[in-house]
């Protein structure tokens, strides 16, 4: 063998070698990541179940509540066998795999937070079978869709609590499938409109730290109450509509709205009492409280003070001027008008 061939082969081989100690670094590095299995076993269900309670038939009695959170499970799948429970929390897990809970219908109240499962996290949530299901929290996950929630039949379900997950859509949120739902939370999502609730019922709404850009399909939520929206990127304020007759308290903190003509599209709302526009470029303006007071006279408090009884007057004092001006106005154009007309009648030549 030639010396260029001996030189070639060993410095091969220190590559070989190289990457060798590369591809064990790799391996050592994913096996610390890796997260040991951990399954919930029956002693830990030992410690962590209370509340005796009769069954639903009232023939005999079970334990209905079980805490499991934090303890860095990574399978549930004995609670099949815990046909009872009503109040389960097992948050701060490495669960990856929820469908165990499908088997527990008579559920009242689900926590999910904070499941984590190596460099993953929950990133879809499918309830089946929960018909008395009242609560759930998936707050903190990897949720990218809401679609496996909205094909679950959950007639009892009233509060659904999913912030701070990856959820760039709301298509399929409706009545059918959720018609008791008068709370949803979704803030530090992905959304961009808020388009896709239809929930007639819904009467609390969380949306803050999102994408929004439009405020859509809010016509359908006819019982809402309380809308949050602060920390999206809203810059202006068109989409409300004369259905939302109950909404009282609106929160736009930290969006983009720039000029004061945007809150006349609050008007539709008889209800509003509270509005919050603080961090908004618009409660840079001169005479900002006041100019919300002209346009929306009921209102009863901005930015979370109370408008004084001076303010109320001055605002309408304002508006009775400004109304009288452009009555004015409007009378000065019409004599303009005929003014015109009569002009063009008498400088017409005769027939």
């Known amino acids: 063998m030639s010396e260029t061939e001996d030189t070639h082969e060993e410095g091969g081989g220190e590559e070989e070698m190289e990457n060798d100690d590369q591809l064990g670094e790799e391996e050592s590095v994913e096996e610390e990541e890796k997260i040991p299995d951990n399954p919930l076993t029956e002693e830990v269900i030992g410690e962590s179940i209370s509340l005796l309670c009769k069954t639903g038939d009232g023939l005999a009695h079970a334990y209905v509540k079980l805490d499991v959170s934090g303890r860095e499970l990574t399978d549930i799948s004995l609670l099949k066998m815990f046909i009872h429970l009503r109040y389960v929390d097992v948050s701060r897990n490495n669960l990856r795999d929820l469908s165990p809970l499908n088997t527990l219908s008579h559920l009242l109240t689900l926590k999910a937070d904070y499941l984590k499962a190596d460099s993953n996290s929950l990133t879809s949530v499918k309830l089946e079978g929960m018909q008395f299901l009242q609560l759930a929290s998936f707050n903190s996950n990897n949720i990218k869709s809401v679609e496996g929630i909205s094909e679950s039949n959950l007639p009892l379900l009233e509060h659904l609590s999913l912030n701070f997950n990856e959820i760039s859509q709301t298509t399929g949120m409706d009545a059918s499938k959720l018609p008791r739902l008068h709370t949803l939370e979704m803030r530090g999502n992905k959304l961009e409109t808020t388009s896709g609730i239809c929930l007639p019922n819904l009467r609390n709404l969380f949306l803050g730290a999102n994408t929004i850009k439009n405020l859509d399909g809010l016509e359908r939520l006819k019982s809402l109450t309380t809308l949050h929206m602060r920390d999206n990127q809203l810059e202006s304020l068109k989409g409300f509509s004369e259905n939302l007759k109950q909404l009282q308290y609106v929160n736009f903190r930290g969006n983009n709205v720039a000029s004061i003509k945007e809150v006349g599209h609050l008007k539709v709302?008889?209800?509003?009492?509270?509005?919050?526009?603080?961090?908004?470029?618009?409660?840079?303006?001169?005479?900002?409280?006041?100019?919300?007071?002209?346009?929306?006279?009921?209102?009863?408090?901005?930015?979370?003070?109370?408008?004084?009884?001076?303010?109320?007057?001055?605002?309408?004092?304002?508006?009775?001027?400004?109304?009288?001006?452009?009555?004015?106005?409007?009378?000065?154009?019409?004599?303009?008008v005929n003014e015109s007309e009569t002009a063009q009648d008498e400088s017409a030549p005769e027939q």
């Open 269 to 336: 709302l008889p209800m509003l009492r509270a509005l919050v526009l603080a961090e908004n470029p618009i409660a840079e303006e001169d005479d900002y409280r006041l100019e919300v007071l002209i346009a929306l006279r009921k209102i009863e408090r901005l930015d979370k003070d109370e408008y004084t009884d001076e303010e109320r007057t001055e605002a309408e004092e304002i508006h009775e001027q400004r109304k009288l001006e452009e009555t004015n106005e409007q009378e000065q154009e019409k004599e303009d």
